[in-house]
């Protein structure tokens, strides 16, 4: 074979393995396709294995036949009751219908889009009919099922399926939990002030009460004082008098020595001026005799 022959040998394999190339095409378990003629969807195949298009005029747009998740950012969302709430869900879907679904949104990220704009939509349609005592309620389940339904409705005009549709999270708004935990504080505060002044008040009157028992309590033992000395004093008063009639010139004496010792005890500046043979020297008067 000369060299001309092999050449064109040549091109026509390579020829041959481009166009075998742009004929055969394998889809995958995972997968669903649409084929194409000049633009226009001739049919779809949901079936794995080698397929076959007719080259260079057909083109194949291949789509995901998995359960597919869609996590929107969470949206503000007003209640029946003008209760504000930062609503985050969750969806499921799964691509059935390949055909609509191309004639619609064509791409998987413009059928995300519009998923979400119709998951958004329906939220804030049914829980704008529904107050947040209800969604905290058992009708939480009857809330969820209408929003699954009107998800479910809307979806199926893209060829898209939702399995489920759920709520994730549904929080007040930051600038309310702001408000919200100031008016607590400010509430607290006010309690704690009152449970304050409650208690001064009650120590108040437990400490007046204290006092005026106190007072009460002293002057009760003052008194028992008073009359306990003023029985000693009686009985001091007749001790003195038996004594002093027993012996009037002894008890004379021990007073005269009582008198001695309280004048000159010099616990005091004070002075005396008294005569020497004054009836109060007279027993000093007879010592001083006696021990010369």
Do not use: H
Not at 42 to 67: A, H, S, T
Not at 144 to 171: F, H, L, N, P
């Amino acid at each position: 074979m000369s060299d001309k022959a092999k050449v064109i040998t040549g091109i026509a394999v390579a020829i041959l393995l481009v166009v075998l190339a742009d004929t055969l095409f394998v889809l995958k378990q995972t997968e669903q396709a649409i084929v194409l003629q000049f633009g226009e969807p001739i049919r779809e195949i949901k079936e794995p294995g080698l397929k076959i298009k007719i080259p260079f005029i057909q083109k194949v747009v291949f789509y995901d036949n998995r359960l597919l998740n869609l996590e929107p950012p969470a949206q503000e969302v007003v209640l029946n009751d003008k209760k504000r709430l930062d609503v985050d869900n969750f969806t499921r879907y799964r691509i059935v219908d390949p055909l609509k679904f191309y004639q619609t949104v064509r791409t998987e990220m413009q059928a995300r889009s519009k998923l979400e704009e119709i998951v958004n939509s329906s939220v804030r349609k049914v829980l704008g009919r529904s107050t947040l005592q209800e969604l905290l309620s058992g009708q939480r389940t009857q809330i969820m099922a209408d929003i699954s339904k009107a998800v479910k409705a809307d979806a199926e005009q893209i060829g898209v399926s939702v399995a489920d549709v759920r709520i994730r999270r549904a929080d007040l708004p930051i600038e309310v939990l702001q408000a919200i935990n100031a008016r607590m504080k400010t509430e607290r505060e006010r309690e704690a002030k009152e449970f304050r002044a409650t208690g001064q008040q009650e120590a108040q009157k437990i400490r007046a009460t204290a006092e005026k028992e106190q007072a009460v309590i002293i002057a009760e033992a003052e008194k028992q004082a008073q009359i306990i000395r003023g029985e000693g004093d009686k009985q001091a008063i007749e001790i003195w008098n038996q004594a002093a009639g027993v012996d009037p010139k002894f008890f004379a004496f021990y007073r005269s020595l009582e008198a001695y010792k309280n004048s000159f005890n010099g616990k005091d500046n004070s002075s005396l001026v008294l005569s020497p043979d004054s009836e109060f020297f007279e027993y000093f008067s007879q010592t001083v005799k006696a021990g010369r």
